[in-house]
């Protein structure tokens, strides 16, 4: 999990998608230690602190499988799952206005 992870894509939600938010370099990161984490976005750190990861406790709405989940700062947050080169993270499920945001790896 550790290194900086930059969005490249949002599935559902109401948003008018612009290729251009997704580019790389586009500001919204996440960046993570062993134990810490920082969410970024235009070079702001807006959300901070301390993280551990809770296996297979967390839900993917729009398919009911389980996956893991983010706990920050000691509350349960994020559900999660890293697909291959990919983090993403669930927000409710689409139906109801849910996305998936969708992070690559740029840097250990």
Do not use: C, H
């Not at 939600?13 to 990161?29: E, H, R, T």
């Not at 960046?31 to 551990?52: H, L, M, N, P």
């Not at 559900?79 to 669930?90: I, V």
């Amino acid at each position: 999990m550790q290194g900086l992870w930059e969005l490249r894509a949002v599935a559902g939600g109401m948003l008018v998608n612009d290729p251009n938010d997704f580019k790389p370099g586009n500001g919204s990161l996440w960046a993570f230690t062993q134990t810490t984490f920082e969410r970024i976005y235009k070079d702001s750190v807006y959300r901070s602190g301390t993280y551990s990861i809770s296996r297979g406790t967390g839900t993917n709405l729009n398919t009911g499988r389980k996956v893991d989940q983010f706990i920050f700062n000691n509350d349960p947050a994020d559900s999660f799952e890293l697909w291959n080169d990919t983090l993403k993270l669930y927000y409710r499920a689409i139906p109801y206005d849910g996305s998936i945001e969708m992070f690559v790896k740029i840097a250990d």
